[in-house]
């Protein structure tokens, strides 16, 4: 087996069920779960509709590279969101479907990473596990930018030494970003870009929340537009990433693309080719109509909205908590022990919540997800209200 799977880290949701192993909730109170990043609003009726009028498609093997009308709904998409020029993305050169953000951008890491010269991959932390496993497994080493409340939750570039970025080949982005909900500006990422052209490697920007946000003045800014902000119509170096499991509801679907240069466009569709990693035509042509109707995710959207609306004023007596610029998570400081606060919680009041150091690793400065919790709204309001009132009572059974 490749040696390289004994550097993997256990992953947080594992490390959640040995932490509540051998504790009972309460007999009588329904269970609430908040530990997992998995939407619950209704799917779009247009592409469940969609995806059963399409499965007498099932009888033919699907392209890699994906149906020319799913890749055309998806370059169009991001011209509307990013309000970038129109036809600005090649949809046969710059964008790519894929089952989902998860299996790419693991699968990027792997087409992308050259491990002959001891690579580095630049990623926030805390992050998404995934990211870690990539760099890991493609015989890169991860290195760790934290993001704290004393910077704002954003990632120091200019503190990252010269020869760090000598050897960095992917610098990960996520924005907003899981679990703190910070939205990187659009001058954070020009000078992202900047960076990436003088020490030549590529940005990864996992963009699979840019449709949840809680201010529809300010949708938060991508990569993509950055780029072409600085003149770089052609997004050298840009790799941007897009789901369809936050934006529509549907983390079923296994439906989402990427998008940029389109060198590295075609290097990764090479890649994938072998990969087999091919999307189903029903999912594609679903996907088709969620990506063409911008309704539903703004419908979406003003769910959570409401949930934070509702829940903030019951926890923040209660917690060190405030309200993210966008994604569905709480990162409060729990005021102590977060895998205690996590265990105690499901025991007297059913609620899962999953410990804030499972999701960081310990730098020099220690872990900074230690002493928080992320909190998913992804209930409907009703249950996200329920569950606040839970937290609420017992942390006043059990101030910290």
């Not at 059963?52 to 149906?67: C, K, M, V």
């Not at 919680?345 to 020099?364: D, F, I, N």
Request: one cysteine or more.
């Amino acid at each position: 087996m490749n040696p390289l799977l004994a550097r993997l880290h256990s992953y947080p949701f594992e490390r959640l069920t040995r932490l509540r192993s051998g504790v009972a909730a309460p007999p009588g109170l329904e269970a609430i779960d908040m530990w997992i990043g998995e939407p619950r609003h209704e799917p779009p009726a247009a592409v469940l509709a969609t995806l059963r009028d399409s499965l007498h498609r099932l009888g033919t093997y699907p392209a890699t590279a994906g149906l020319p009308e799913l890749r055309a709904a998806c370059a169009r998409w991001l011209e509307r969101r990013y309000r970038l020029p129109a036809e600005s993305i090649d949809p046969a050169t710059m964008v790519l479907p894929v089952n989902g953000t998860r299996e790419a951008l693991f699968a990027f890491v792997q087409a992308a990473v050259d491990s002959r010269h001891e690579p580095l991959v630049l990623m926030p932390n805390p992050f998404y596990q995934i990211y870690e496993g990539a760099a890991l497994l493609a015989g890169a080493r991860p290195h760790l930018l934290d993001t704290t409340a004393a910077n704002g939750y954003v990632p120091d570039l200019d503190a990252v030494p010269e020869d760090v970025w000598r050897r960095c080949q992917v610098l990960f982005l996520c924005s907003p970003g899981n679990p703190t909900g910070k939205v990187l500006p659009l001058g954070y990422l020009r000078h992202a870009l900047a960076l990436a052209e003088r020490h030549d490697f590529i940005i990864a920007a996992d963009e699979c929340y840019a449709e949840i946000y809680l201010d529809e003045r300010c949708p938060p800014p991508g990569l993509l537009e950055a780029s072409i902000a600085c003149g770089n119509e052609r997004f050298r170096r840009c790799i941007a990433f897009h789901s369809l499991s936050k934006r529509s509801s549907v983390p079923g679907l296994r439906s989402g693309f990427v998008c940029g240069d389109p060198e590295i466009i075609a290097r990764f569709l090479l890649y994938r080719t072998y990969h087999g990693s091919a999307m189903p035509v029903p999912t594609q042509l679903a996907s088709i109509t969620a990506w063409q109707d911008d309704d539903h995710a703004s419908r979406n959207r003003r769910l959570y909205q409401e949930k934070f609306d509702r829940v903030l004023p019951i926890l923040a007596p209660c917690l060190q908590v405030g309200k993210p610029d966008g994604a569905f998570y709480l990162w409060p400081d729990v005021g102590g022990d977060d895998e205690r606060f996590v265990r105690e919680l499901y025991a007297r009041e059913a609620v899962t919540v999953l410990p804030g150091s499972y999701l960081a690793r310990a730098g020099s400065a220690g872990n900074p997800g230690k002493g928080r919790v992320r909190i998913s709204l992804v209930p409907s309001v009703e249950k996200c209200i329920e569950a606040a009132e839970r937290i609420r009572d017992f942390m006043r059974r059990n101030p910290t």
